[in-house]
């Protein structure tokens, strides 16, 4: 019974350390890999009540065994990367937005990463994080995570056609979120450079490839700190669907619809 108990906790920590690891919040590099296997292990104690172990497993052999293990981990792993998907979405918008200021070569490191991302990018990634934590995100998905027991059980699950086209549209909508939340700064930034090919066309001697830098970073600057709560509200729209999108990865990979 002990052995069976301890078994079931590992296949829920194993799954829950997976998660983590694409987690938002929990995968920062700043945080330090003791504390997230701590929180992952306690995560595992807290499902434990609403798990249990096919009945063959105890039975099954090494090799049997390694693979369960090694489908607990994907199963962690996708379910961690549906929720890095919003992470993606802002990254993208500040992308799209440095381009059209100017600001590619003005790169920072967010906090909790190691890779440098533009000065938007940076902005709309710390506002995502603040908002995970002010709309008690992290809280339902934590509690999605014990859930998702129900529909996925440990050694059930399999892959399926309506799972991939699931989770392509879940891809394909941060690219829809990311131009909304870029939209304005690339509209004006499209009329600032109508606007200049105009005036090269008026006034052939002045030198408007120059001076169009400093008006695209002037405008799209002051733009883009008046549309902040437009991209807040665009976020948080993203992030209170995203329990929903947690749930429903979690189903088709039980197999459910």
Known sequence: MMAELFLTWFLVFVRAGAMLAFFPIFSAAAMPVRLRIAIAGFL???S????????????????????????????GLML?????????????????????????????????????SS??????????????????????????FQQSYQALPIG?????NTLFDHVTMLCA????VAVRIAAPVIAV??????????LARAVPTMNVFVESFSVRILVGVFLFGFTLSLAAR????????????????????????
Do not use: C, W
Not at 48 to 73: D, H, K, R
Not at 91 to 108: C, F, N, P, R, V
Not at 173 to 176: D, G, P, S
Not at 234 to 257: C, H, S, W
């Open 44 to 46: 595992a104690l807290f």
């Open 48 to 75: 434990l009540s609403g798990v249990s172990l096919p009945e063959n497993l105890v039975t099954s052999n090494l090799i049997g065994a390694i693979g369960m293990v090694g489908q607990e981990v994907f199963y």
């Open 80 to 116: 961690g990367f549906v929720v890095r998907l919003v992470l993606f979405a802002v990254g993208l918008a500040g992308h799209y937005i440095g381009t059209e200021l100017g600001l590619q070569l003005s790169s920072m490191i967010a906090p909790g990463e190691t890779t440098p």
């Open 119 to 144: 000065s938007p990018s940076v902005i709309l990634q710390m506002m995502t994080v603040m908002l995970i934590f002010s709309l008690d995100i992290h809280f339902e998905l934590l509690a999605g």
């Open 156 to 160: 059930g699950g399999s892959l399926s």
């Open 173 to 176: 909508r941060t690219f829809v």
């Open 189 to 198: 930034g499209i009329v600032i450079n109508l606007l200049m090919m105009v």
């Open 234 to 257: 665009e976020i948080t729209g993203y992030l209170k669907q995203l329990p929903n999108d947690f749930v429903v990865v979690a189903r088709l990979l039980g197999g459910g619809a």
